[in-house]
């Protein structure tokens, strides 16, 4: 049976904390100021220490964010040079070597995750590649893309399998679609109730997928 595997990007593919914070040092320089005037004490350390480690938008929804921080720090990132020197999981081979359609899906900053697929180059080892920008003004969300795949490629759900870390994104949106669910846990996470599989390597894929 022809098969389709959806792979996330970030602390699927690679470690996020790998990325040092030297990296976005520039745009926490320019947000800080905002921040300051918010916040106070070591929630405004802690504040920056999660914007490096966390995607934007959850982070601003935790800190409820006003306008101006929330403009600030986009305009600093859209305004930034990312140089990354970044490396896939060890274990990331054996995805390539899956002799099944491939496709990234991932979420974030359009610049910074365009930025990350290409210091990991990622691009021959994917059919597709999709980035779920988080400022779109037609955002579509995991669960708009996973949909739209669906609709231009003849796949069963049943043979269509998510493969991410996030019970809050894909696996969620995988579940609401009928799709197999694959989370993987490089870090000791527990096992999410979205998941249909759990796993902690890629080894562990080719018994699931078959």
């Known amino acids: 049976m022809k098969k389709l595997l959806i ?20 745009v926490l320089d320019l947000v800080r100021p905002l921040i300051d005037q918010q916040y106070s004490g070591e929630t405004v350390e802690q504040i920056l220490f999660d914007l490096w480690r966390h995607p934007f938008d959850q982070v601003a929804k935790t800190y ?23 490396q896939t999981f060890d274990d ?16 974030g900053f359009l610049k910074l995750q365009q930025a990350k697929i290409q210091a990991l180059a990622l691009a021959p080892d994917f059919e597709e590649i999709h980035i779920d920008d988080i400022l779109a003004p037609d955002r579509m969300y995991k669960k708009g893309i996973f949909t739209d795949i669906l609709r231009r490629h003849p796949f069963e759900k049943s043979s269509v399998y998510v493969i991410g870390d996030n019970p809050r994104s894909e696996l969620t949106a995988a579940k609401e679609l009928q799709l197999v669910s694959i989370q993987i846990a490089k870090f000791g996470q527990e096992r999410s109730k979205q998941a249909d599989h ?13």
Not at 7 to 22: A, C, K, N, V
Not at 64 to 86: C, K, P, R
Not at 92 to 107: F, G
Request: charged residues 20%; aromatic residues 12%.
């Open 64 to 86: 409820a964010f006003g306008s101006d921080i929330h403009s600030g720090f986009v305009q600093a990132m859209q305004q930034a040079d990312f140089n990354l020197d970044i």
């Open 198 to 210: 759990f796993i902690e390597s890629f080894k562990e894929l080719e018994a699931i997928i078959g």
């Open 7 to 26: 792979f996330d990007m970030d602390d699927t593919l690679f470690e996020t904390r790998s990325i040092p914070q030297s990296a976005i040092q520039g």
């Open 92 to 107: 990331y081979p054996i995805v390539q070597a899956l002799p099944h359609t491939k496709m990234l899906v991932t979420t």
